[in-house]
């Protein structure tokens, strides 16, 4: 099985069609895809609309030369090349995140349920962003150890250093006696940079200076993993592989808005805990894999 990967230049969005290829042990190539202009985009929603499908609208990074049985993507600037290229070639249309604007007779449509996705036979409802983790080896402890994981700002939350220092205080006296692995983001702030860099933990990846990810060994070794509210990507990792309890750091008061409203679900559903001073032991996990033979059928 091959797929075809649009790809708009998100990581967020470009991993979960990676995930959902790999859970299917499918082969890849992934192409970027942009509009020809902004008002390119706009014209998309109405050709949608009127079921008009044309490749004027957008630009492939390379020519399509092989034969693919799906296209796979997610993001709002791929999803109409996915239709278009889909009715042109006749490979399945698969989307991994709910393309509003658009009509929604794509061949499967993978919809977080802080969306609220209508019931749709073609439309399958997940509790979180598809995932697929593999260690790499970066991080090995020699002893029990705790893993914090650092995002930054975005449209809804701005860190707050003074709140992050409390939090990372507390975790530090509860788990004295544990090795404390730490890591960043790319959308990490400078001024939380220079705050982490103060505790001096077993363990500590800031990315602006080196550009890893130890995010999977994190969740195959740690016992307990903590994680800024601002990332559904990075949550859906912890609640999908490994045995480490999950709780996360809120970041404000903000809860009208999807980060919010996606932790809340799956902490109804056990998956993880809202941290509050105490540890809740939530370690539920997710089998994305089990979505797999759903969306081939």
Do not use: W
């Not at 983001?185 to 982490?196: C, D, V």
């Amino acid at each position: 099985m091959r797929f075809l990967i649009l790809s708009d230049g998100r990581m967020g969005h470009l991993n979960q069609s990676i995930a959902f290829a790999k859970h299917a042990n499918a082969t890849y190539e992934i192409v970027p895809v942009i509009f020809t202009c902004k008002l390119s985009k706009i014209l998309s929603y109405l050709f949608d609309f009127l079921h008009i499908y044309s490749t004027v609208l957008f630009k492939l990074d390379k020519p399509l030369l092989q034969k693919f049985d799906a296209i796979i993507s997610a993001g709002s600037s791929t999803y109409y090349a996915n239709k278009t290229l889909s009715r042109i070639y006749g490979f399945k249309s698969i989307t991994m995140m709910l393309p509003k604007g658009y009509r929604y007779d794509f061949d499967v449509i993978f919809a977080q349920t802080h969306d609220n996705p209508p019931i749709q036979k073609n439309i399958i409802s997940l509790p979180a962003n598809m995932s697929f983790t593999q260690p790499q080896g970066l991080f090995l402890p020699l002893k029990p150890s705790i893993g914090i994981i650092i995002g930054g700002n975005n449209a809804v939350f701005t860190m707050d250093a003074v709140k992050l220092k409390t939090q990372l205080d507390s975790i530090a006296k509860k788990f004295k006696d544990y090795d404390i692995a730490l890591t960043t983001s790319p959308r990490t702030p400078l001024h939380i940079e220079k705050l982490l860099e103060e505790y001096h933990f077993a363990y500590t990846v800031i990315f602006s200076h080196q550009k890893i990810n130890p995010i999977a060994d994190f969740l195959h070794h740690c016992k307990t993993i903590f994680i800024t509210m601002d990332s559904t990507s990075m949550i859906s990792e912890a609640i999908s592989y490994g045995n480490a309890s999950v709780e996360i750091l809120p970041l404000n008061d903000a809860k009208d808005n999807k980060f919010y409203a996606m932790v809340e679900n799956l902490e109804k559903e056990e998956f993880l805990h809202i941290f509050d001073g105490d540890i809740a032991r939530k370690n539920k996990k997710i089998d994305f894999s089990a979505y797999r033979q759903e969306a081939l059928l």
